[in-house]
């Protein structure tokens, strides 16, 4: 496997049920993100870690909770989600070097669908 | 806060055309500005980007040019080939805020024969 992996691709889930998505770099990276894509709406990030360290919450609802093990994997674990949380989630990573930019490098994304 | 405004589509050409996605932002300090493009069924890939004003990034025949005076950052190409449809997103990173980026709705693409 090379660059960014998303499992599953694809996930349609009731309201009441847990559900995790999962994803894995293979870049030898120190950071990573998960970000949500909804239709006709700007990309929002939604995460950030650092060196396995959260550094970054974007006023996130509770029930979407991150877990990063290490710095390879990440992943998002979902309960009682609602209809509006419906979307693609995107994770991406990148070599963090403090201040400057670096390009993020992104997976295929999970198609989340909350019935 | 930080925004990017894009051009809504869908934007549809014929091979050949000529491509302009307009890209307008609003951001303190002196950000980067990037350009992402989104294939179908993949995620986002790095397009091209440019750091200071007047730089102009290109790749893959696709050019930008960081226009500090009217805060746009358009995206140009010109002559499109039915493999560049996509999703193209405008994106910026403030300066010295790491790897932050704030993006645009997108634009999405189509190149007819």
């Known amino acids: 496997e090379t660059g960014v992996t998303q499992t599953p691709r694809h996930l349609v889930m009731g309201m009441t049920n847990k559900k995790s998505l999962k994803c894995e770099q293979h870049?030898?990276?120190?950071?990573m993100y998960w970000y949500k894509q909804s239709a006709k709406k700007p990309l929002e990030l939604m995460f950030v870690?650092?060196?396995?360290?959260?550094?970054e919450n974007n006023s996130v609802p509770s029930r979407f909770s991150p877990e990063c093990p290490n710095s390879s994997h990440l992943f998002l674990h979902l309960h009682t989600l609602q209809p509006e949380d419906s979307a693609l989630y995107l994770c991406?990573?990148?070599?963090?070097?403090?201040?400057?930019?670096?390009?993020?490098?992104f997976g295929p994304g999970t198609r989340l669908t909350v019935l | 806060g930080n925004s990017v405004t894009q051009m809504e589509g869908p934007v549809t050409l014929s091979e050949e055309a000529f491509l302009t996605i307009n890209c307008t932002y609003t951001?303190?300090?002196?950000?980067?500005l990037f350009w992402y493009v989104q294939y179908p069924g993949e995620g986002l890939q790095l397009l091209l980007k440019?750091?200071?004003?007047?730089d102009k990034g290109s790749n893959k025949g696709f050019e930008a040019t960081y226009r500090k005076e009217t805060t746009s950052f358009h995206l140009e190409k010109g002559s499109v080939q039915v493999s560049d449809s996509a999703v193209y997103f405008c994106?910026?990173?403030?300066?010295?805020?790491?790897?932050?980026?704030?993006f645009g709705t997108g634009t999405q693409l189509k190149v007819e024969l």
């Open positions: 991406a990573s990148s070599q963090e070097t403090g201040g400057a930019y670096n390009e993020q490098f």
């Open positions: 951001a303190t300090g002196y950000p980067s």
């Open positions: 440019a750091t200071k004003a007047d």
């Open positions: 870690y650092n060196f396995k360290e959260q550094t």
């Open positions: 994106a910026l990173s403030e300066a010295g805020g790491g790897n932050k980026l704030t």
């Open positions: 870049l030898g990276h120190n950071a």
